[in-house]
């Protein structure tokens, strides 16, 4: 079913992105714009992991990495993904204050976490764990290939709508003439922001129900929702974000402002709406796990995080 969404979003997307190549260059544009998202979607496939990436300068984390924090997350990820009877993900860190995490990649094969160092420096343990959970789910669910090949198309269109309204205002002969650039530079980009918002808010529901099961959590993963929510709407700009607005459906949390509501134009679920649909489906599970309990049966030794999570206050079960 996932393969026949994505290929559905692919179509829609391309059929959007040629619509403005021939808005502005009538049958020419078309062609030119077609062969560009045919050759845009095989570079998003084969290279999805890579694109979004490098976005945001993510560092792959080594085993020696010098921060034990650090450490601690990529040997969580690895356990987890483990216990869920996934490939190990390209596990990566991106410098940056606000708390956030997202996945990419084509397929569970090829995929990619990434956690920024605000996350690791403002949630417990337990919380990072329900957090990387969650972009496990991603992986497993094969959400990765249709959120970030949407985020390259989405970026693209508002890259042609942009140059039509720059560079193609004096041409009346095009189709549309001047109120058809300025439509097509106002409504283009729209169209795409639509298809992501839809596509977004419901795979979030079920990344979080997937997340908590992965990661045995489900408290913990509400009270990180909370965290980094109440984050991005203190006002705080994150600069890789708004330079890469088209990424922003792919986060746990909006990076852009954090203003979630269940609404045409939200990319992602309000968190309340989220932490209450977490709440009802594990309503049994009033205890979380103790914060050596890890996916794989190994014993760990304690991390940096313990005395945090021991002293951690409840969340909503309790």
Do not use: C
């Not at 729209?190 to 908590?212: F, N, T």
């Not at 977490?278 to 313990?306: A, E, Y």
């Amino acid at each position: 079913m996932n393969h026949i969404k994505t290929f559905m979003l692919l179509a829609a997307m391309t059929a959007l992105f040629v619509g403005v190549g021939y808005l502005i260059g009538g049958p020419t544009g078309m062609a030119v714009a077609f062969a560009f998202a045919l050759i845009g979607n095989l570079i998003s496939y084969w290279n999805a992991d890579k694109i979004v990436l490098s976005m945001y300068r993510a560092q792959e984390v080594t085993a020696n990495h010098p921060d034990a924090r650090v450490r601690t997350y990529a040997n969580d990820v690895r356990e987890m993904a483990q216990g869920a009877g996934m490939p190990l993900p390209k596990i990566t860190i991106i410098e940056s204050d606000q708390p956030n995490a997202f996945a990419t990649g084509r397929d569970p094969a090829h995929a990619a976490v990434a956690a920024t160092t605000g996350l690791l420096t403002m949630l417990d343990r337990r919380e990072i764990r329900a957090v990387m959970g969650h972009e496990l789910a991603h992986v497993k669910n094969r959400d990765t290939l249709t959120m970030t090949v949407t985020a390259t198309i989405a970026g693209a269109i508002s890259a042609l709508a942009n140059f039509a309204f720059f560079f193609g205002g004096n041409d009346r002969e095009r189709p549309g003439g001047i109120i058809g650039v300025i439509a097509i530079a106002i409504l283009a980009p729209m169209a795409a922001a639509l298809v992501q918002m839809a596509i977004s808010r419901g795979r979030e529901y079920e990344a979080d129900a997937g997340g908590a099961e992965i990661s045995g959590d489900p408290q913990a993963l509400a009270s990180a929702l909370q965290k980094i929510d109440a984050y991005a709407r203190g006002g705080r700009v994150n600069i890789q974000a708004e330079r890469n607005p088209a990424t922003a459906h792919m986060f746990i949390i909006n990076p852009l402002n954090g203003h979630g509501a269940d609404n045409l134009f939200s990319t992602h679920p309000s968190t309340s709406n989220r932490v209450a649909a977490l709440s009802q489906k594990f309503s049994g599970n009033t205890t979380s796990p103790p914060p050596d309990m890890v996916t794989s049966t190994r014993k760990r030794s304690p991390g940096p995080w313990d005395q945090q999570a021991q002293a951690r206050k409840p969340g909503p079960w309790g």
